[in-house]
Nanobody, 119 residues
Framework: QVQLVESGGGLVQAGGSLRLSCAASGRTFSGSVMGWFRQAPGKEREFVAAINWSGGDILYAESVKGRFTISSDNAKNTVYLQMASLKPEDTAVYYC????????????WGQGTQVTVSS
């Protein structure tokens, strides 16, 4: 059974940092794209960042570029989202997701982890 499990969320003051982790299990994710998304209360889910598990190609949303860093540890089957200079508008539930590189739709999702940034 394919599973993604996020961790690392919490409460942090504006300007602070957090690192989210996404542990993948159940199959090899080689040939996959791993993404982070977030959903704030009353808003639609939005893309945050993505990384090609095999090739390392990386993409960021404009709103987080320069503040967030996505990375992967293939040996640990884990993807990270290092978040710095956090703002109250970064408050959301953060989800990890995976898709085959040939499929534009993410088809495997984690349960989410809450990030709250206080002003």
């Amino acid at each position: 059974q394919v599973q993604l499990v996020e961790s690392g969320g919490g409460l942090v003051q504006a300007g602070g940092s957090l690192r989210l982790s996404c542990a993948a299990s159940g199959r090899t994710f080689s040939g996959s794209v791993m993404g982070w998304f977030r959903q704030a209360p009353g808003k639609e889910r939005e893309f945050v960042a993505a990384i090609n598990w095999s090739g390392g190609d990386i993409l960021y949303a404009e709103s987080v570029k320069g503040r967030f860093t996505i990375s992967s540890d293939n040996a640990k089957n884990t993807v990270y989202l290092q978040m710095a200079s956090l703002k109250p508008e970064d408050t959301a539930v953060y989800y990890c997701a995976a898709r085959p590189i040939w499929n534009p739709r993410y088809n495997t999702w984690g349960q989410g982890t809450q990030v709250t940034v206080s002003s």
